[in-house]
């Protein structure tokens, strides 16, 4: 007998809703949507508002947190600048966006705060095209700059605070018209568009806005986000749909149910012929490869915008305003047709964007179609065309400095920052600096303010120093910055001060051979054009016979040995060598007009110079107050010779003077031993004026090394120098700074920098940008490339503190009064002159 359990059990079938069911189907269902409308009746007016409010407050709380997250994220953001190099690896944004796929955030991350994303924009103007590379604050500094650097070598970056593409702010009186839109891929967003050309995509993008008016602006902002999980599954399963030939989107999937022999419906025998076989139809077969191949790569979420606005006058009427916004619909137009070479499997339609200004001001990306690596490199990327017309190109690539280079410390000279990866300072070490220095650029390209930085450096730590400026802005900038201890250690010859100056006598030295022969080499190559033999034989012979007679001889002495017959015949009873006797016999046996046409050529020359004050002050005015041996041991000599101030030949000529005096103290170092030498330095501005000596420069140079006195010759451009010149610093100035060189000056430095750095490199190189070859441990190391830094502010009065201290050497060096037992004095002719 049956159990009271399946007694229930069928009393509970029968009174279920199946039972009812069976028995009356229609009966059921009307009953179930009478149910539904008394439910409706009785809670409508309270459920329904309810789950409308609880929809609208949920979406407007997605909304609300994703722009408080864009903003969070727009805080601090900056704009990278990309300057494209020279030439342009194709394959550049590809890596720059497999690099940027770091940016991805871990997903409770991604939820609460949201994924950041990247703006690559093509700024146009009437001045050309910008690349810009807008990044979020959260982006770390320096992450996006040096993947753009290894993705493009030789690319340069500049980045700046964020600011809109389009200004927001119009001058008085206008008003802004603009016109833009978005593109959207027109199909499944699991078939890629085309990314691979034999030209470059952006050809078509980047002649649309030629012709442009001063007052109109173009952007086009690609934005893109990296993706993954749920982004990634959504992009997966649409892959599936458009295999399968279903529509991708929920509106096109109802009706593929509602139509026969569509979607996942099994099709009846007779339409069973018309089943498309994916192996053997073309079509589908690529479609299935290509979407297979996207779905390999990594994602990246992106959404195209594009803007053209102008200004226009803020009273303008309607009417005025519709060929103005014809004009701007017509550049949209062609912005946007130039995106159908990207036409492939998918393409992109244009919809449209209702606050143009603003929309590519904000930024935000709030949802998008999907793209691979490939496909968003072909929509954004450096062009690859080397004749873009108003692209901004970088000059020299940015090299880094070899391993043990130095960086800053009390034995280094400074150079400047790097300019590529983390920015560290370099130098070069005072013991490397020994083998000279070469300093080669333009006219305002830095120089002076690099070799400021390095005598400010020198002077610090107590080195000898010596410095020629023919044109006064750097001993003026040296003087601005000087400790204030160190100016009782400086000798200032200023041509343009009203003081007076130090006293340097050329004709002074312990080898009156080799004094008298840099003096009249000196006087050769200044007045090269009108020197000849009779007058060289005429100068050596009046120095020589100067340097014979007893005291202090000068040059004002010279005019009177050659004019004074008293003067010269006194003198001629002071000399006992037998050539000079005979020079002079000659001499005095000439007529009164031929001696005047014999001596006219270097009396001319001498007047030019001795008329000058300062140079009869400070070459003429008796017993040098200056120690040069003093000054190399630790002194500070700052010579000032305006070219306005004493004219170009007498400036060249008081420079090689200096320089002449200042080899003279180098060589005397012979007589300390070597441990014994303190580090010097000569540092020479335009140094094809002064190098005027009878000694060889590649022998100087070579010699210098050894009495550790360093040099640093800096000029403009290579012909400036004479051949021989030329040779002697190429081989002898180991060490090598380039500023921005001519085209052909490049082309013969190169030999010094190839191959990390070619002949565009060094023609190319920006304001305060150089190419620098240094020697590393007596070594020649690899070039380089860096920024010279600025000089620090000037400090107030600190040049006429240095001015007052440095009085103190101008005045005549103490001479001990002679013993009871000296010899008496014997007679001087300029005293008895």
Not at 218 to 227: E, G, H, N, S, T
Not at 461 to 474: E, H, M, N, Q, Y
Not at 752 to 771: C, K, M, Q, V, Y
Request: glycine letters at 6%; one cysteine or more.
């Amino acid at each position: 007998m049956p159990s009271t359990q399946s007694f229930a059990a069928s009393a509970r079938l029968l009174a279920s809703p199946l039972q009812d069911y069976l028995r009356d189907p229609g009966a059921a269902v009307r009953a179930v949507f009478a149910a539904l409308r008394e439910f409706a009746l009785s809670w409508g007016p309270l459920a329904g508002p309810a789950i409308a409010l609880a929809v609208t407050g949920v979406v407007a709380g997605r909304r609300w947190w994703a722009r408080r997250c864009h903003d969070r994220m727009a805080a601090d953001a900056r704009v990278v600048t990309v300057l494209a190099p020279p030439t342009v690896d194709p394959d550049g944004a590809a890596a720059l966006y497999s690099n940027l796929v770091g940016l991805l955030r871990s997903g409770w991350k991604r939820r609460m705060h949201g994924q950041p994303h990247i703006v690559w924009e093509y700024v146009f103007s009437h001045t050309g095209v910008a690349l810009r590379l807008w990044l979020p604050g959260v982006v770390p500094p320096g992450m996006a700059e040096r993947a753009i650097e290894a993705a493009w070598p030789g690319a340069h970056t500049r980045t700046a605070p964020a600011k809109p593409p389009i200004p927001l702010s119009n001058p008085p009186g206008k008003a802004v018209e603009a016109v833009g839109g978005e593109l959207r891929l027109a199909r499944s967003e699991a078939l890629p568009i085309r990314s691979d050309f034999p030209a470059d995509p952006v050809r078509a993008l980047l002649g649309a806005p030629v012709g442009m008016a001063i007052q109109e602006r173009a952007v086009v902002q690609i934005l893109a986000r990296p993706v993954t999980g749920a982004r990634v599954r959504k992009a997966r399963r649409a892959a599936r749909q458009a295999r399968a030939g279903s529509s991708v989107k929920l509106a096109g999937r109802l009706l593929d149910l509602i139509t026969p022999h569509t979607g996942s419906r099994k099709p009846s025998t007779t339409a069973k012929k018309q089943v498309v076989d994916h192996q053997t139809s073309l079509e589908t077969s690529a479609q299935d490869r290509v979407i297979v191949t996207k779905q390999r790569s990594s994602q990246y979420e992106t959404r195209i915008r594009y803007a053209v606005a102008t200004l226009v006058d803020e009273h303008a009427t309607s009417a005025e305003r519709v060929p103005v916004r014809e004009h701007l619909r017509g550049r949209g137009h062609a912005i946007a047709s130039a995106f159908a070479a990207y036409s492939e499997h998918n393409y992109y339609r244009r919809v449209r964007l209702t606050h143009p200004v603003k929309s590519v001001s904000e930024r935000r990306l709030t949802s998008g179609d999907l793209l691979s690596i490939a496909e968003l490199a072909a929509l954004a990327h450096v062009p690859t065309d080397e004749a873009v017309p108003g692209l901004q190109r970088a000059g020299a690539k940015a090299v880094p400095p070899p391993p043990g280079i130095a960086t800053e410390g009390a034995g280094v000279k400074p150079i400047g920052i790097t300019d590529s990866g983390h920015p560290r300072p370099v130098g070069l070490r005072v013991a490397d600096s020994r083998h000279h220095l070469h300093i080669l650029g333009a006219t305002g390209s830095g120089k002076s303010e690099l070799m400021a930085r390095m005598i400010l450096a020198d002077a610090d730590a107590g080195r000898g120093l010596v410095v020629i400026d023919p044109k006064g802005d750097l001993v003026a900038d040296t003087l601005m910055r000087l400790p204030s201890r160190l100016g009782k250690n400086v000798v200032l010859f200023d041509a343009d001060s009203r003081y007076q100056p130090p006293v340097l006598n050329p004709l002074e030295g312990d080898d009156t051979a080799r004094t008298v022969d840099n003096l009249v080499s000196i006087f050769s190559h200044v007045y090269a054009s009108s020197w000849g033999p009779r007058t060289e034989d005429i100068l050596r012979s009046g120095l020589l016979t100067l340097r014979e007679l007893p005291g202090t001889p000068t040059l004002t002495d010279l005019p009177k040995l050659l004019t004074g017959p008293a003067f010269r015949q006194r003198a001629l009873e002071q000399i006992s060598d037998d050539v000079l006797t005979g020079f002079w016999h000659w001499y005095d046996d000439l007529s009164a007009a031929s001696r005047a046409q014999v001596v006219a050529p270097l009396m001319n020359k001498l007047r030019g110079l001795l008329l000058r004050p300062f140079v009869r002050a400070s070459l003429a005015g008796g017993e040098s107050t200056v120690d040069m041996d003093a000054v190399l041991d630790g002194g500070i000599c700052l010579v000032r010779l305006g070219k306005d101030a004493l004219g170009m030949d007498t400036a060249r000529l008081v420079g090689s003077i200096v320089v002449a005096r200042t080899w003279q103290a180098a060589t005397r170092r012979a007589r300390i031993p070597q441990r014994d030498r303190h580090d010097a330095a000569l540092y020479i501005d335009e140094c094809h004026n002064f190098l005027n000596l009878a000694y060889p420069m590649e022998d100087m140079l070579a010699e210098a090394r050894g009495y550790r006195m360093s040099m640093t010759l800096a000029h403009q451009y290579l012909r400036q120098l004479p051949r021989e010149l030329e040779e002697g610093i190429s081989t002898n100035a180991r060490s090598k700074i380039i500023f921005s060189a001519s085209p052909e000056d490049a082309r013969h430095l190169a030999r010094h920098t190839a191959p990390r750095l070619s002949e565009h490199d060094l023609a190319n190189l920006g304001r305060f940008h150089i190419a620098a070859r240094l020697v590393l441990d007596s070594e020649e190391a690899p070039p380089f490339t860096a920024v010279t830094e600025k000089l620090p502010p000037a400090i107030p009065g600190r040049a006429k503190q240095i001015r007052r201290l440095a009085l103190v050497n101008t005045e005549p060096r103490h001479t001990p009064e002679p013993a009871e037992n000296d010899q008496p004095v014997t007679f001087d002719p300029r005293r008895a002159a």
